[in-house]
Nanobody
Framework: QVQVVESGGGLVQAGGSLRLSCLASGSIFRINVMGWYRQAPGKQRELVATVTSSGTTNYADSVKGRFTISRDNAKNTVYLQMNSLKFEDTAVYYC??????????????WGQGTQVTVSS
């Protein structure tokens, strides 16, 4: 079994900052990719940022220069530092991971989501 748990969402004024955290735990052999997606009301889920085990990062154009993804491999944890937040960043943020379990199969897992609300 694998659990993915996010924390750190909340309400912030435009221009402010928040930091999201996500911990993956359980029957993990190796984590390949960790990242964040978000879904705003009435919209499809979209990529925010991902980071591979070697540290290669990928960002959505809309967050480049404002958000920073980082990862602690020893703790199976990924972080998303969000600065200069805009009203349009309001969404439920989901942690994503692609990992290999101890039975040597690769799976995708998602967290339950954490709400980020930016007031204008």
């Amino acid at each position: 079994q694998v659990q993915v748990v996010e924390s750190g969402g909340g309400l912030v004024q435009a221009g402010g900052s928040l930091r999201l955290s996500c911990l993956a735990s359980g029957s993990i052999f190796r984590i390949n990719v960790m990242g964040w997606y978000r879904q705003a009301p009435g919209k499809q889920r979209e990529l925010v940022a991902t980071v591979t085990s070697s540290g290669t990062t990928n960002y959505a154009d809309s967050v480049k220069g404002r958000f920073t993804i980082s990862r602690d491999n020893a703790k199976n944890t990924v972080y998303l530092q969000m600065n200069s937040l805009k009203f349009e960043d309001t969404a439920v943020y989901y942690c994503y991971t692609n990992l290999r379990t101890t039975n040597q199969y690769d799976y995708n897992f998602w967290g339950q989501g954490t709400q980020v609300t930016v007031s204008s």
